[in-house]
C-alpha cells in the first residue's frame, strides 16, 4: 500500500488540534502538528466562539504542511455539535457563532414546546435527547429575540460545515452534525420541514446534505496563495467529534457496545435503524447520525466531570493521577454510592460538597476525604455504567459481546476494571485518540485507500494496543447494583 498522508482538524468546546495521519502497511500513525486553545468570548451578556480564529489556527496548520513539503491527501474537520454560523446573501459569515454555553436558551425549550410543537411529537421525528442548547431550541430563541443576524441570514453552517466552507468555497450540510440538531429525521437522513416551520426557516437555508466520506471541494485560490499548498481536496468526514470517535472504534464485528469516556460519558451502540418509542423517550435516548449508514443509539452519561471537579478543591490530595486513584482503591468499596446523573451534580458550587450531601441525604456514610470521595466516584461511575448497558441489552437486535472503551477515559484502569466487573462483559480500553483516527480514516475511505468501516477499524486495530479487562467478583457487584438501585429510589421517593 502506497504511504498516503492525511491532515485532520479536532476541534473540542475548549481546545483544538490539527494532526498529521500517515497511513503505511497497513498502520496508521498520529502526528501531532498543532495544538491550540478554543476560546469563549463574552462580550453584550452573549457568548461567542471566535470562527476566524478557528480558521487561523487550521491555516498555521496547513502552512506547515506546505513548509515542510508534506504530501497531504486531504482534509477533514470534526467539532463539537449543535452550534452554528448564519451565513448573509453576499456569502459572508454575518457574525461570530454564538456558543451552547450561552444562558439565551434558559428555558426556551420549555416555551417552544408550549408555543410550537408537543415534546413527544419532537421527539418522534428526531429521536434526540432533549438538552436546552439544541440547535432547534437556540433557533427559536433567537427568532423570538429577533436576532439581526438570523433576520438576515441566507444560509445557516453548522461549525465544522463553516469552516469547510472558508477553504473552500463550498456549503454543505454533513449528516453527522446535523443529527445533533434535533431537526433532522433519522429515518429520511433530511431535514424536517415542520421543524424548520417552527423556527422560521427551510431546507433552502442550509447547504445541500452530504454524507460522511463526501467530498465537499478543493482549497479555493485564495487559500492556496495563503498556503503554499495546491487545491488540495476538503472531505466532509463525520463532522461532529463523537461520530468521529465512534468510527474509530476497533470492535471486531457489530455486536459491541461503545463507551466514549471523558469529561462526559457517551454509552451506546451501533444500530441499522433509529430507536425511537416510548421507552427511549422516557429513558431519553438519542439517535444521533453515524457513517456508512449506520445510527449511534446512545445515552449521556455524567462521568469524569465529578472527579476533575473535585481535583480542583482537594488541596492536600496528589497531583498524579495514579498515586491519588491507588490511595481510593484502598478504601472500603460501595459504602457511599451516588447517582452521577443526579441534578445537583449539574454544576454546583462545590462538588465535593454535593457529593457529601446526596450521601447525607440518602442515610449513607458521608465520604470525607480525597481517597474516600474519589472511590465513591469511581464505583458510582460503574454502577451508573450497568444500568445504561442493562438498557442497552433491552433495545439491542443483536447480543452484546463486547464493551469498548475509547477517549481519554479509557487510560483510567481502575474505571476499565471497574466497568468489566459491574457490567459483567469483556472491556477493551483504547484508542486514547478515537476522534482524530476516525477523522483520518474516514479519508481513507474517501481516497479508495480503504474500504468499509470493517476495514477501517481493522487498521485501527492493528494500529493499536488496546488492554483487555475480564469480569471479577459478579457476587460482589452485584449486590452493590441492588444497592445502587436501592438508594437512587430512596433519593427519588425524598425529592
Not at 155 to 180: N, Q, R, W
Request: contains cysteine; negative net charge; proline residues 3%.
Amino acid at each position: 500500500m502506497e504511504k498516503k498522508y492525511y491532515f485532520a482538524v479536532d476541534l473540542g468546546a475548549t481546545s483544538g488540534r490539527t494532526i498529521l495521519g500517515t497511513l503505511d502497511g497497513g498502520k496508521i500513525i498520529l502526528d501531532e502538528l498543532t495544538r491550540f486553545e478554543n476560546n469563549l468570548i463574552q462580550t453584550g451578556n452573549r457568548f461567542y466562539w471566535d470562527i476566524y480564529a478557528l480558521y487561523f489556527e487550521i491555516i498555521k496548520g496547513l502552512k506547515y504542511v506546505a513548509e515542510n513539503k508534506i504530501p497531504i491527501t486531504s482534509i477533514g474537520i470534526d467539532t463539537w455539535g449543535v452550534d452554528f454560523v448564519f451565513i448573509g446573501e453576499d456569502n459572508a459569515i454575518l457574525r461570530n457563532p454564538r456558543s451552547y454555553r450561552d444562558p439565551h436558551t434558559f428555558g426556551r425549550m420549555e416555551e417552544y414546546f408550549d408555543q410550537c410543537m408537543d415534546k413527544k411529537k419532537v421527539y418522534d421525528i428526531t429521536g434526540i435527547q432533549f438538552m436546552n442548547f439544541n440547535s432547534l431550541f437556540q433557533l427559536y430563541a433567537m427568532r423570538q429575540n429577533k436576532d439581526t443576524a438570523m433576520n438576515h441570514s441566507s444560509k445557516v453552517l453548522f461549525v465544522p460545515d463553516c469552516l469547510s466552507y472558508m477553504l473552500t468555497g463550498k456549503m454543505v450540510c454533513e449528516y453527522t452534525i446535523a443529527s445533533t440538531s434535533q431537526m433532522l429525521d433519522p429515518r429520511t437522513k433530511q431535514l424536517d420541514d415542520e421543524l424548520l416551520q417552527s423556527v422560521g426557516l427551510t431546507k433552502e437555508h442550509f447547504g445541500s446534505m452530504v454524507l460522511p466520506g463526501t467530498q465537499i471541494g478543493a482549497l479555493t485560490e485564495e487559500v492556496q496563495a495563503i498556503t503554499g499548498l495546491g487545491a488540495v481536496p476538503v472531505i466532509a468526514v463525520a463532522g461532529h467529534d463523537t461520530a468521529s470517535a465512534v468510527a474509530a472504534v476497533p470492535a471486531q464485528n457489530e455486536k459491541f457496545a461503545y463507551l466514549s469516556s471523558g469529561t462526559w460519558s457517551l454509552m451506546g451502540i451501533e444500530t441499522r435503524n433509529a430507536v425511537i418509542n416510548d421507552k427511549s423517550f422516557e429513558l431519553n435516548f438519542t439517535n444521533e447520525g453515524g457513517i456508512d449508514g449506520t445510527t449511534r443509539f446512545l445515552k449521556n452519561i455524567c462521568g469524569m466531570w465529578l472527579y476533575e471537579r473535585c481535583r480542583k478543591e482537594w488541596t492536600d490530595a496528589p497531583k498524579s493521577h495514579a498515586e491519588l486513584q491507588a490511595e481510593a482503591m484502598k478504601v472500603k468499596p460501595f459504602q457511599s454510592i451516588i447517582n452521577p446523573d443526579d441534578t445537583i451534580f449539574a454544576n454546583p458550587n462545590s462538588m465535593v460538597k454535593a457529593i457529601q450531601d446526596y450521601c447525607r441525604y440518602t442515610n449513607q456514610h458521608v465520604p470525607e476525604g480525597y481517597a474516600e470521595i474519589c472511590r465513591c466516584i469511581f464505583d458510582s461511575l460503574a454502577l451508573r455504567y450497568r444500568e445504561v448497558f442493562n438498557w442497552l441489552k433491552e433495545f439491542a437486535e443483536f447480543d452484546i459481546t463486547t464493551l469498548h472503551i475509547i477517549g481519554g477515559g479509557s487510560l483510567n484502569e481502575y474505571l476499565d476494571q471497574f466497568t468489566a466487573n459491574s457490567t459483567g462483559i469483556e472491556v477493551f480500553a483504547g484508542p486514547q485518540e478515537c476522534t482524530a483516527l476516525g477523522n483520518i480514516m474516514l479519508q481513507a475511505k474517501a481516497s479508495g485507500a480503504v474500504g468499509d468501516i470493517w476495514e477501517m477499524r481493522k487498521i485501527i486495530s492493528n494500529s493499536i494496543e488496546m488492554k483487555k479487562f475480564i469480569p471479577q467478583d459478579k457476587e460482589m457487584w452485584d449486590e452493590a447494583f441492588k444497592l445502587y438501585l436501592n438508594i437512587i429510589e430512596r433519593r427519588n421517593n425524598k425529592s
